[in-house]
């Protein structure tokens, strides 16, 4: 059996880890891996079941038949200069 602790913890038996996964009677004590369980600090790592190969989905897309059409263009000014401003003084 494994355990992975969920808070790091220390003292006069070693330190262990967030995260670390620990192999409960080589490196660490039954008693301690079922103390940090019940307490929280540690979680239990079940077995891991056989993963199966996902199946492959495939899907095919017609054609879409679109003609590509081009946006109008602006016509220039015909003096090719912007009209002069008109100012009215009274």
């Known amino acids: 059996m494994k355990i992975i602790m969920n808070t790091t913890a220390a003292g006069p038996m070693g330190t262990y880890m967030l ?3 620990l192999e409960v009677g080589t490196e660490i004590s039954p008693a301690q891996a079922k103390a940090f369980v ?3 600090y540690a ?3 079940k077995a891991a079941s ?3 190969p996902a199946a492959v989905e495939t899907a095919s897309l017609e054609p879409v038949a679109e003609a590509a059409v ?3 263009a602006e016509r220039p ?3 090719g200069r912007t ?3 008109r100012t ?3």
């Open 83 to 85: 009209p002069a401003r």
């Open 38 to 40: 019940a307490g929280g």
């Open 19 to 21: 995260g670390q996964q």
């Open 70 to 72: 081009s946006p109008a």
């Open 88 to 90: 009215s003084r009274k």
């Open 50 to 52: 056989p993963v199966k």
């Open 43 to 45: 979680r239990e790592v």
């Open 77 to 79: 000014s015909r003096t």
